[in-house]
């Protein structure tokens, strides 16, 4: 018996090819420049200091810094704002500050006294990534409601006041004994880390105000 295979066309067709625009390519980069930070700041070792080693990684951080500017005005610009950028901008941002705030913390940052040099404790890495886990969840349930959940303003300066005191850490630690190691600056290094904690936390106000309506359902329809 023959088989008859059908004429109808088939209604497949292939994925179209993935382009990356010019602002995405600059966000790939900046996950690449993270990589080569972590790189940077994962081997030192504050019993045996080698600074040079924070001095490549500061200026790894600011380019990345730069970059995540760079790409947000082109896309604005341009109108190149697309659903990749959406999720992957923000994803590096986090990797990067982060991964930063938890080397920062770690055990590579405690001198031959016992002492952190940093300044940064574990429990400020907490509330940094709790915030970040609060908002996401947050967003993603409002989103998938229909609701409109973008960043504010207060996210903005939240995450511009981490990324200085990232910088602000590394150049005072890698320069103990020059001109960053004086009083002003390690006594404003103190600062600036509860600052941050300080901003990280009322960050999360606007977006909990937010979706205040969300949060006080008694029930919910499961899918």
Request: with cysteine.
């Amino acid at each position: 018996m023959n088989v008859e295979c059908p004429t109808q066309a088939s209604s497949f067709h292939p994925p179209a090819r993935l382009r990356i625009n010019l602002p995405n390519q600059i966000t790939i980069l900046r996950l690449i420049l993270s990589v080569a930070f972590f790189c940077c700041i994962a081997p030192f070792d504050a019993r045996h200091p080698r600074l040079w080693l924070l001095d490549v990684a500061f200026v790894l951080f600011v380019v990345a810094g730069l970059s995540d500017i760079l790409d947000g005005y082109l896309a604005r610009k341009w109108k190149q704002i697309t659903s990749f950028g959406r999720v992957i901008d923000p994803f590096v941002d986090k990797i990067l500050v982060i991964g930063a705030y938890i080397f920062l913390a770690g055990d590579g940052f405690v001198n031959r006294q016992g002492v952190k040099v940093s300044d940064v404790s574990a429990w400020m890495v907490v509330i940094i990534l709790g915030r970040e886990l609060l908002v996401t969840s947050l967003r993603g349930v409002s989103e998938a409601a229909g609701q409109s959940f973008g960043a504010t303003v207060y996210g903005k300066a939240k995450m511009a006041l981490q990324s200085i005191t990232v910088g602000w850490v590394l150049v005072t630690v890698a320069h103990p004994d020059g001109f960053f190691g004086q009083a002003p600056f390690t006594v404003g290094r103190v600062i600036m880390i509860y600052l941050t904690i300080g901003a990280t936390l009322l960050s999360m106000i606007p977006y909990v105000w937010n979706a205040r309506g969300m949060l006080s359902q008694t029930s919910a329809s499961l899918p």
